[in-house]
Nanobody, 115 residues
Framework: QVQLVESGGGLVQPGGSLILSCVAS????????MGWYRQAPGKQRELVAR???????NYLDSVKGRFTISRDNAKNTVYLHLNSLKPEDTAVYYC?????????WGQGTQLTVSS
């Protein structure tokens, strides 16, 4: 089973930037997709960004132009670059991967955007 480990969360001021990382225990080049979800208190988990094995990406409308998902196959790592952060981006961010038809999840990393 694929293990995913996120890092990079923390406290950031509004307008700030941050990079989240997700390291996979296996080769990410074989994964159908990898992505980032987030869940804010009292809200459902939502897809933030996803990158497919062929390189196609998609984003939550509210983060388009501010967040960028990328991957480094050599390091088995997927990144989420977050810019122009807003308080409403505050959430636990989870890494997700689809491997052989099954979903794998990381433990989550907390991002708080506040002054």
């Amino acid at each position: 089973q694929v293990q995913l480990v996120e890092s990079g969360g923390g406290l950031v001021q509004p307008g700030g930037s941050l990079i989240l990382s997700c390291v996979a225990s296996g080769s990410i080049s074989s994964m159908y997709w990898m992505g980032w979800y987030r869940q804010a208190p009292g809200k459902q988990r939502e897809l933030v960004a996803r990158i497919y094995s062929g390189g196609l990406t998609n984003y939550l409308d509210s983060v388009k132009g501010r967040f960028t998902i990328s991957r480094d196959n050599a390091k088995n790592t997927v990144y989420l670059h977050l810019n122009s952060l807003k308080p409403e981006d505050t959430a636990v961010y989870y890494c997700n991967a689809r491997v052989n038809g099954l979903d794998a999840w990381g433990q989550g990393t907390q991002l708080t955007v506040s002054s």
